[in-house]
């Protein structure tokens, strides 16, 4: 690591996702490279004891004060950092855009991300953090210029991605989207919106739930909505897609729906987002009457998982396009 950061002065990207790379190492590197604009330290599994005693040797290795002025993007995931080793890292990159944490023991962003001074970030990834809920609303509230928003599973930290499947630790409830949705609304720049696996979110199963207010004001504005895993969002949830004269087509492109609880009729709104490109229903309840009509308005979608769809026959799932052509002819 010394030869490569002697070798590199003015690296700008360093990618050492998945490696076996150690804090004390990565110290001289990245003090010998100022200008980095991108580091991406995702999935390093011998970081466990990094708040402890190799904290001290990893900033002992750096410059006093030091900080990378240039940095924009920062990826974590799949660490085992804490709040302890994140907070030093933050106040190092005070022009960060996008901030990737999930599947890490991070718990408490208002303290580090506003300490840490960087609110033009665009990009904020905490799935399958134990962020608790109030915290979330707090710092997003600060984050006006955010675009993306990946905060699926949330309320589980065991830094792994099995972690997902445990849905009694899920701490997004209806009440925290309503929150949330209060201060998304106001946001004039979200582009992609990532709620995979909060499977408590639609169990107060009342009319005009936390999800359709979601979609209606947040969601549909959108160019990517991911809601797979929410197994109480119903078809009705999702009228808000539907175009009004105060709201016109939705921009979606991507959304995936996957093991959901919607159905046919659900087949109506998505017809309306002629954006659509990709759409993801796999183990819902649509059948083949059900998709005909959103292949039929979205003339650019290209990608349908249809995947455990029971109400679509297993030989025409992969070949689905090619079932509506002969049905249409």
Same mark, same amino acid.
């Given at each position: 690591?010394?030869?490569?950061?002697?070798?590199?002065?003015?690296?700008?990207?360093?990618?050492?996702?998945?490696?076996?790379?150690?804090?004390?190492?990565?110290?001289?590197?990245?003090?010998?490279?100022?200008?980095?604009?991108?580091?991406?330290?995702?999935?390093?599994?011998?970081? /466990?004891? !990094?708040?402890? /005693?190799?904290?001290?040797? !990893?900033?002992?290795?750096?410059?006093?004060?030091?900080?990378?002025?240039?940095?924009?993007?920062?990826?974590?995931?799949q660490t085992s950092l804490s709040d302890?080793?994140?907070?030093?890292?933050?106040?190092?990159?005070?022009?960060?855009?996008?901030?990737?944490?999930? !599947?890490?023991?991070?718990?408490?962003?208002?303290?580090?991300?506003?300490?840490a001074r960087i609110p033009a970030l665009q990009k904020l990834s905490l799935t399958s953090t134990g962020v608790p809920t109030a915290d979330l609303v707090e710092i997003v509230r600060l984050l006006p210029g955010l675009r993306t928003l990946a905060i699926g599973a949330l309320g589980v930290n065991q830094g792994s991605r099995k972690s997902i499947g445990y849905s009694s630790a899920m701490t997004m409830t209806d009440d925290a989207l309503r929150s949330l949705t209060g201060v998304l609304e106001t946001f004039q720049h979200m582009e992609n919106i990532n709620l995979v696996g909060n499977t408590k979110l639609g169990l107060s199963s009342r009319v005009d739930g936390a999800l359709s207010e979601f979609i209606t004001k947040v969601g549909r504005r959108c160019k990517k909505l991911n809601l797979a895993g929410i197994?109480?969002?119903?078809?009705?949830?999702?009228?808000?897609?539907?175009?009004? #004269? /105060?709201?016109?087509?939705?921009?979606? #492109?991507?959304?995936?729906?996957?093991?959901?609880?919607?159905?046919? #009729?659900?087949?109506?709104?998505?017809?309306?987002?002629?954006?659509l490109q990709t759409l993801a229903v796999a183990g819902t309840k649509l059948t083949s009457e059900g998709i005909f009509p959103i292949i039929d308005a979205?003339?650019?979608?290209?990608?349908?998982?249809l995947t455990s769809c029971r109400g679509v026959r297993v030989v025409d799932r992969r070949r689905f396009f090619e079932v509506w052509e002969e049905a249409r002819t």
């Open positions: 690591m010394r030869a490569a950061a002697e070798a590199s002065p003015a690296l700008k990207i360093l990618n050492l996702n998945y490696t076996s790379v150690t804090p004390s190492s990565l110290a001289p590197l990245i003090s010998a490279c100022p200008d980095l604009e991108v580091l991406k330290l995702a999935g390093i599994q011998n970081w /466990a004891s !990094f708040t402890d /005693a190799t904290t001290s040797n !990893f900033y002992t290795g750096l410059p006093e004060g030091f900080q990378l002025p240039a940095l924009r993007t920062l990826k974590l995931r302890a080793a994140l907070n030093p890292i933050l106040k190092m990159c005070p022009a960060l855009q996008r901030l990737d944490l999930s !599947f890490t023991l991070f718990r408490h962003p208002p303290q580090l991300l506003a300490d197994h109480s969002l119903h078809s009705s949830d999702l009228i808000g897609l539907v175009p009004t #004269e /105060a709201n016109g087509v939705s921009p979606l #492109e991507t959304l995936m729906l996957n093991n959901t609880g919607i159905d046919d #009729e659900a087949g109506l709104y998505l017809a309306t987002c002629s954006s979205c003339e650019k979608l290209e990608n349908l998982d």
